[in-house]
């Protein structure tokens, strides 16, 4: 579904990414796992068509889409969910969801929008009583939850996600994880781009290790997890937190983890 070769990208005189090569397969959930500045986010961007691609393809469905633009990405079946949500507070909930239909406004008729509105509202019911409210009174979790389902009004078939779990209390960041699962499950593939190793490898069906804007690891998701240099560099993240966690916590992670995986 989507084939990178050789990507180059990043900033004027600064070359983040250097070469990167990664495949995100129909229904797969593909986990992008690195270090802070490692380039996850580039990567997403570039993506997006946010950043321009300096060297290397990117092609969706069989189609280089290096030369399109951001807008016909989305159009073309690719939705980018930003690190940081990128919510506008001050519009309702509502329009927040309008905003991800924007890219294909001149051919959707506006009782279409509002059908696409009442079918996100059915696959995240918190938004369903809360249309009409500013978006900044949402909480993180439900923010984060209004993030995904405004590119779900895009309809997309590949979704890009940039640290979802980023900023969340734990206990919020399983369902989240939840969600994700659901979303591969009903057939959508997902590249999910998180500094969350642990959790995002238990849920990826493969997983790439970036490092300094190059993939230095590949495998499945388990394998990954199971492999001692990950475990020693990117492991981290979740041993803090169950070292600080109280015990309730700890258990309310790992029943989390456990549905996740079990359903
Ligand atoms: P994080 O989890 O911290 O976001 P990341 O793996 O997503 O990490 P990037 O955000 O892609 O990393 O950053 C990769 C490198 O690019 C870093 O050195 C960062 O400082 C640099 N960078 C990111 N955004 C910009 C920008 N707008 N201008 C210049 N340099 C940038």
Do not use: W
């Amino acid at each position: 579904m989507l084939e990178i070769d050789g990507l180059h990208a990043g900033y004027g005189e600064i070359e983040v990414l250097r070469g990167v090569d990664l495949v995100v397969n129909a229904g797969e959930i593909v986990a992008l796992i690195g270090a802070n500045g490692a380039g996850k986010s580039t990567l997403a961007k570039t993506l997006a068509g946010l950043l321009p691609t300096r060297l290397g393809r990117i092609s969706f469905e069989g189609k280089p889409i290096e030369q399109v633009g951001a807008p016909q990405r989305i159009a073309l079946g690719m939705a980018h969910v930003p690190e940081g949500r990128q919510i506008v507070g001050g519009l309702s909930v509502r329009d927040n969801l309008r905003l991800g239909a924007y890219a294909q406004r001149h051919r959707l008729a506006q009782r279409e929008i509002a059908q696409r509105i009442s079918a996100v509202c059915q696959q995240f019911p918190a938004l369903d009583h809360r249309l009409g409210e500013p978006a900044g009174n949402l909480s993180g979790g439900q923010q984060q939850m209004l993030a995904i389902a405004r590119a779900m009004m895009a309809q997309p078939r590949l979704l890009v996600l940039d640290e979802p779990s980023l900023g969340l209390a734990p206990t919020l960041v399983a369902g989240i994880f939840r969600m994700i699962v659901g979303l591969r499950n009903r057939g959508i593939a997902i590249l999910l781009s998180e500094q969350n190793a642990r959790m995002s490898l238990a849920i990826a069906d493969r997983a790439y290790v970036m490092e300094m804007g190059r993939i230095t690891l590949q495998g499945t998701g388990k394998e990954l997890l199971d492999s001692s240099d990950v475990a020693g560099r990117y492991l981290g993240v979740g041993q803090k937190i169950a070292a600080s966690a109280t015990d309730e916590r700890r258990m309310r992670l790992a029943r989390g983890l456990k549905e996740i995986l079990h359903g």
